[in-house]
């Protein structure tokens, strides 16, 4: 099935059990930033998230400086965030620790 823009009540509901992400409106996307000790650990989430996402089909946008991550997801398929981009902002929470020197 193709992706689906979820309705901003809907997205909203969806980042209410995401505590670590917000909505980005100028890239109508979820986004989260990471702080990690230093830039291999930083790098270590890259390739693991990287793993998951391409299994997925499902890929983020993201920014790395040393131990910072900056993380959008959207879906380009369906301009806009859907379900995909929720499944994987789980996926990266998990992953990285939920809260876990999120900002
Ligand atoms: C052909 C392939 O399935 C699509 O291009 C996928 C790949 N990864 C993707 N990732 C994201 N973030 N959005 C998409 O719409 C998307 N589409």
Redesign the pocket.
């Known amino acids: 099935m193709p992706?689906v823009r979820l309705t901003d009540a809907a997205r909203d509901a969806a980042l209410n059990a995401l505590p670590d992400w917000v909505h980005d409106a100028q890239r109508d996307a979820l986004y989260r930033s990471v702080l990690f000790a230093d830039f291999a650990e930083a790098l270590g989430a890259m390739v693991r998230i990287g793993v998951a996402?391409d299994k997925a089909?499902?890929?983020?946008?993201w920014s790395n400086v040393y131990n910072r991550l900056d993380i959008w997801?959207?879906?380009?398929?369906?301009d806009g965030v859907?379900e995909?981009?929720v499944a994987?902002a789980t996926v990266i929470d998990r992953i990285v620790g939920a809260t876990a020197g999120g900002t």
């Open positions: 992706p996402a089909d499902h890929h983020p946008e997801l959207t879906t380009h398929d369906a859907s995909r981009d994987l």
